[in-house]
């Protein structure tokens, strides 16, 4: 069985603050990916990065940065002097690649507040 | 590159009702999903097709819920009858296949009165 888990609910930071959304996943294959979007007011889920269970190196993108850890199941997401504009619920998730196509589980999400 | 296509945005309709959302995936994406997220929850998988064959619907609600996907392109999913604890957020989405990244569309937001 597969499962991700999002300890945080809901985070509050003053904009220019850094912030971490931890996630911790399960799961017993070997090859699997790992994603994070984000979800704005406006609903649709945005698509943030991609990572295969092979590939621990850490990566940067602007403002963002993934860290991935696979000894402790974790696939941690900081963003570097929030804005305002990063308020949004952020879902980490997972999947596997037993199928044509991605199965993807969802933890239950972060709700980011990044006030002015 | 146009996006993942839904419609309608919003939909009120009184339990017992039927109703049904369209779905357009990007163009050359062969797997589209159907997702139900209820409020302050993270999506949950209803169903998967593989270009116009189900991968996978273990969790989509048989008795009223059914879904279609012809000719392998656009999808619609249908609630017959709807209950109160349908009201939630259908999200489509569509992945080139196995290991690429999954794209939503904005979803219908269902509210069942």
């Known amino acids: 069985a597969q499962k991700v888990t999002q300890a945080q609910t809901e985070i509050s930071v003053v904009e220019k603050e850094d912030v971490t959304l931890d996630c911790v996943y399960e799961t017993r294959d070997t090859t699997y990916y790992l994603f994070w979007y984000k979800q704005p007011p406006s609903g649709e889920l945005v698509f943030l990065i991609r990572?295969?269970?092979?590939?621990?190196q850490n990566e940067i993108s602007g403002r963002y940065s993934w860290n991935f850890q696979k000894s402790t199941s974790s696939f941690n997401f900081t963003i570097t002097a929030s804005q305002v504009v990063d308020s949004a619920v952020y879902f980490c998730a997972l999947s596997f690649t037993g199928n044509a196509g991605n199965m993807l589980t969802f933890g239950g999400g972060t709700r980011l507040m990044v006030k002015p | 590159e146009a996006g993942v296509a839904q419609s309608p945005r919003y939909k009120i309709i009184e339990k017992r009702q039927s109703v049904a959302f369209w779905c357009n995936p990007i163009s050359g994406h062969a797997t589209l999903y159907w997702y139900q997220q209820i409020l302050g929850q993270g999506p949950k998988l209803l169903i998967q097709f593989q270009n116009n064959g189900v991968v996978d619907d273990s969790q989509l609600p048989k008795d009223r819920f059914s879904a279609e996907r012809l000719k392998g392109v656009d999808s619609t999913l249908k609630i017959q009858p709807a209950k109160l604890e349908d009201s939630a957020v259908y999200l489509c989405?569509?992945?080139?296949?196995?290991?690429?990244?999954?794209?939503f569309g904005q979803g219908t937001r269902l509210t069942v009165v």
């Open positions: 989405a569509s992945s080139l296949g196995r290991g690429a990244g999954a794209f």
């Open positions: 990572r295969n269970s092979f590939d621990e």
